[in-house]
């Protein structure tokens, strides 16, 4: 986003560097502020906004939710689409797959993994997975009990001095 701040009879133009909210009401609290140039190239990160329904049976997991770019200050992009509508299992989009708006270069790492289209989990995964977890639980709980020695227990109180 850029502004155009009134300052002393002359205009300034700048774009948010960071922003603080309020955590309850949602209003600005503080605003960091860059002053640019017109035809200058500045370095932002631009949020990847993912656009429609992947194939049954997949999940969607977005690794990335904003790329490094280098653009123009009076021409820096909103939002970055993609549109995963179709895509196969086992799809994996990196930053440099992206398609950037013109006068748009990436400015970080083209292998960073944006977003990657796997197999959904089936019910009996999922029923696997819960049953695991209690048997790790229940051998860590009787792997501490047995460093224990005959006729201790364990306790969270410290030692009075």
Known sequence: ?????????KEQLAIPKAIQRHPIK?????????AVRRGEKITVDVP???HGDVVSGALLAQ?????????EATHVPTEITLDV???????QISAADLTLPEGVTLAGDPE???????????????????????????AGEQASADTL?????????????
């Open 85 to 91: 509508a179709g895509l196969a299992i086992g799809t």
């Open 112 to 138: 960073t993994l944006v977003v990657a289209i796997t197999e959904a989990p089936t019910e009996l995964d999922m029923e696997a997975e819960e049953g695991a977890a209690p048997a790790e639980a229940d």
């Open 26 to 34: 949602g209003t600005f609290d503080h605003v960091d502020l860059l």
């Open 48 to 50: 990847v906004v993912v």
């Open 1 to 9: 986003m850029l502004l155009t701040l009134a300052l002393e009879g």
């Open 63 to 71: 690794d990335a939710n904003s790329v490094s770019v280098h653009a």
């Open 149 to 161: 020695g005959e006729g201790e227990q364990a306790t969270s109180e410290t030692p009075a001095e």
